[in-house]
């Protein structure tokens, strides 16, 4: 009898040994994909910003192309 509680007791405790490495892998799998996350929300908005900053700066560069475009067509007239 006591030898079939050692071997009950034994196998629950090779039982609680892997549900440990399983709580440890699963902890380490949720830090991981918080930190995923996070560098994911971090990246979309510097993303976003830099599409914002292209942005801007095509405008400036479109509103210089256009008084360009009106000197030269003021150029044209006075040449002809």
């Known amino acids: 009898m006591?030898?079939?509680?050692?071997?009950?007791?034994?196998?629950?405790?090779?039982?609680?040994?892997e549900l440990d490495k399983v709580?440890?892998?699963?902890?380490?799998?949720?830090t991981h994909l918080e930190t995923v996350e996070h560098s994911m929300e971090?990246?979309?908005k510097e993303i976003i910003e830099g599409f914002h900053i292209v942005s801007c700066k095509v405008n400036?560069?479109?509103?210089e192309i256009r008084k360009i475009?009106?000197?030269?067509?003021?150029?044209?007239?006075?040449l002809n």
């Open 42 to 44: 971090k990246i979309s």
């Open 69 to 78: 475009e009106d000197l030269l067509g003021e150029k044209a007239k006075k």
């Open 23 to 30: 709580e440890f892998r699963v902890l380490n799998t949720k």
């Open 60 to 63: 400036h560069i479109e509103e």
């Open 2 to 17: 006591e030898k079939n509680l050692d071997n009950v007791m034994e196998k629950v405790m090779n039982i609680k040994q």
